[in-house]
């Protein structure tokens, strides 16, 4: 079993910056990709930002030059720090995993998701 945990939403003006974190547990031999994805009000959810195990990134165009996606192998834990925040930035934030578990089985995983208002 694998749990993803997220932490660092919340409220914060136009022009503000926050640090979003996901960390993962549970019987992890390895985890290849992790990315952040959003979904905003009435649209479907979108990637954001992505990052391979080797640390080479990949970026949404509406969030280029303003969000720096990165990771800690050691902690399992990738973040997502944000800045010159937007009011369309508003949004439930995902982490997700590809992980190789113990067992030798390979998922994705998802994070339960964490609440990012951005106010004009």
């Known amino acids: 079993q694998v749990q993803l945990v997220e932490s660092g939403g919340g409220l914060v003006q136009a022009g503000g910056s926050l640090r979003l974190s996901c960390a993962a547990s549970?019987?992890?031999?390895?985890?290849?990709?992790m990315g952040w994805s959003r979904q905003r009000p009435g649209k479907q959810r979108e990637l954001v930002a992505a990052i391979t195990s080797g640390g080479s990134t990949n970026y949404a165009d509406s969030v280029k030059g303003r969000f720096t996606i990165s990771r800690d192998n050691a902690k399992n834990t990738v973040y997502l720090q944000m800045n010159s925040l937007k009011p369309e930035d508003t949004a439930v934030y995902y982490c997700?995993?590809?992980?190789?578990?113990?067992?030798?089985?390979?998922?994705?995983?998802w994070g339960q998701g964490t609440q990012v208002t951005v106010s004009s």
């Open positions: 549970g019987s992890i031999l390895r985890i290849n990709g």
């Open positions: 997700n995993a590809g992980v190789v578990t113990m067992e030798l089985s390979v998922s994705a995983y």
